[in-house]
């Protein structure tokens, strides 16, 4: 059966049942979006604080390959198999982007027997929170416009703006638009464009706020543009606007709880990519979870060059999280893919390829055990087209390198395929957990952070950038020198280069643009021609998604 097939057949339990059931949480402090869903109120979460904290483990892969990986879906069946073996265990994972889900994933809540359900609304509108989150972004872009527009009186340049407006779709045609056409009453005509709401400087707020009065603060940190002459950076509470956004922000800020296929409840809060954002879930779901559950599984997103880097770099850094160990997820088919393999011939043996395709397994294992400082667990999640010559030279290869390989089968049979994962797991976790540290420290110059990035983890020569960019970093760097970085790179590649495959060394990053996200409190970097508003495959998955007379969606994968 399809994913979506198998979601649909699932025999669901009411969220509030679960909550009671598992966790004592009652049905006074959840708001419930029908009977499989609901927010857990900020006023409960409250009254955890002093509880002590469960041991926080990140799920994170090789670089993406057309043959798939399975983050999520591994992270799903890591957490059923540990709530098997007895372990109380909550997973928390990032709400899908209706760009991907309408263009080349077809839906992101996980795979086979290990989803998180109803999967239909996980991946379409859910509990509105994308929604929020852009009409938060998009009225702030209105008051930028509608200020100017009645006299202006903060002299913004408009041709300074740095606020784009946002939609939560893949449209390439929204990259570069004039806006404000159709003479003065319209505003000032200037060059503008969208980013996917994914991507928005809001959405990274909402991920990495702990409060509702943080949320506003962050919110009105801001900046949307630069005065005329002096080019004094002006922010969103100048123009009185982070209020409003907050109150749109109410809701979507409360965590949503739902359930894996196994009625294990889970949280699915916020949803940056890790490719143009942050990449990890809200900071209130992290740090509920780590409340409630003797052990917490969270994601990252795309290979561990990007999401884990971030996760350490970025979430970690400002919310004093401290992850015990690391779950590296790979295929035998997307290694042999990154050896030279085209996709049509993965589900032959391949030894060849796969010994040379394994060089990318070998550098993220390196850069998690040496520079994030965590032990690291390799999840071979398993296809049934795998042969036993390839997973013994696999195995080899992983603990000649000091880490653990396992081979899970949680796609075809859910928390029970996953139940040697979860003892491995569990055995570092509890006995030799590891201390992370971070690729660059805080006192590091913007450019220095930049480098260290690019050669430690990415494995690059140098870093280049024109002399426009680089006055920009510098000029950046007065004032914001503390802040961490946030690299914009394609995720298929350790290069800014999507086709070259395996561990490329010695290359150049291209640093193209630098924007300020003072309000999440990092400098993104947007490194060779990365797009921060993607477009539509030729054959998009929209095409193959449909629902029937009775609203039963099909297509959804």
């Known amino acids: 059966m399809s994913d979506i097939e198998i979601a649909q057949k699932a025999e ?94 077809g839906g992101a809540a996980g795979g086979g027997y290990a989803q998180v359900v109803p999967m239909e609304d996980i991946n379409l509108h859910f509990t509105g929170d994308f929604h929020a989150i852009g009409a938060a972004h998009n009225l702030l872009s209105a008051m930028v416009d509608n200020h100017i527009n009645h006299g202006n009186s903060l002299n913004i340049d408009p041709r300074l703006v740095k606020w784009k407006r946002v939609v939560d779709m893949n449209d390439r045609a929204l990259r570069k638009i004039i806006n404000s056409l159709g003479g003065t009453a319209n505003g000032y005509p200037r060059e503008d464009g969208f980013d996917i709401t994914v991507a928005s400087e809001v ?10 009065d943080d949320l506003k603060e962050r919110l009105g940190n801001i900046v949307v543009g630069l005065t005329k002459g002096d080019k004094k950076p002006v922010h969103a509470r100048d123009l009185k606007a982070n209020g409003a956004m907050a109150a749109l922000l109410k809701d979507a800020i409360q965590p949503n709880l739902v359930q894996t296929l196994e009625n294990n409840l889970a949280f699915v809060h916020g949803g940056p990519f890790a490719n143009i954002a942050h990449g990890c879930n809200t900071v209130t779901a992290t740090q509920t979870a780590l409340k409630l559950a003797d052990y917490v599984i969270t994601e990252a997103g795309f290979g561990a060059d990007l999401g884990a880097e971030k996760f350490i770099d970025i979430k970690c850094r400002k919310a004093g999280l401290e992850p015990s160990a690391v779950v590296l997820v790979a295929t035998i088919r997307a290694l042999k893919y990154h050896g030279g393999v085209n996709k049509d011939e993965l589900n032959s043996e391949n030894l060849e390829a796969l010994d040379k395709g394994m060089v990318n397994l070998e550098k993220h294992l390196n850069n998690i055990q040496d520079h994030y400082g965590l032990p690291c667990i390799v999840c071979i999640n398993h296809f049934v087209n795998d042969t036993d010559a390839e997973v013994a030279l696999l195995k080899e290869r992983v603990e000649a390198l000091g880490g653990k390989v396992v081979i899970s089968k949680h796609w075809a049979d859910g928390g029970a395929g996953a139940e040697d994962l979860a003892k491995t797991v569990v055995d570092v976790v509890d006995n030799n957990p590891g201390k992370h540290t971070y690729v660059y420290e805080d006192n590091l110059s913007l450019w220095e952070k930049i480098e260290a990035i690019a050669t430690k983890v990415y494995g690059a020569g140098e870093v280049i950038a024109d002399s426009k960019v680089r006055a920009e970093i510098e000029n950046l760097n007065k004032d914001y020198s503390s802040l961490p970085i946030c690299m914009a790179k394609t995720q298929m590649s350790f290069s800014a280069d999507p086709t070259l495959r395996g561990a490329p060394t010695g290359h150049s990053v291209s640093i193209s643009e630098v924007r300020l996200a003072s309000g999440a409190g990092f400098i993104v970097c947007i490194a060779g021609n990365m797009m921060t508003m993607p477009g539509l495959p030729k054959s998009p998955a929209a095409e193959r998604i449909d629902v029937d007379s009775n609203g039963k969606i099909t297509g959804l994968f």
Do not use: W
Request: proline share 6%.
């Open 203 to 212: 959405m990274a707020i909402f991920c990495l706020a702990t409060s509702l």
């Open 12 to 105: 669901l339990k009411r969220i509030i049942d679960i909550a009671k059931e598992q966790y004592d949480i009652e049905s006074e402090h959840l708001e419930p979006y029908g009977h499989y869903k609901a927010k857990l109120s900020l006023d409960y979460i409250d009254t955890l604080k002093d509880k002590p904290k469960g041991k926080l483990i990140l799920t994170t892969a090789i670089s993406p390959t057309p043959a798939g990986e399975g983050k999520t879906t591994t992270t799903v069946g890591l957490g059923d198999a540990m709530n098997r073996i007895g372990k109380k265990t909550l997973i928390c994972l990032r709400e899908p982007s209706l760009g991907p889900c309408f263009g080349v994933k």
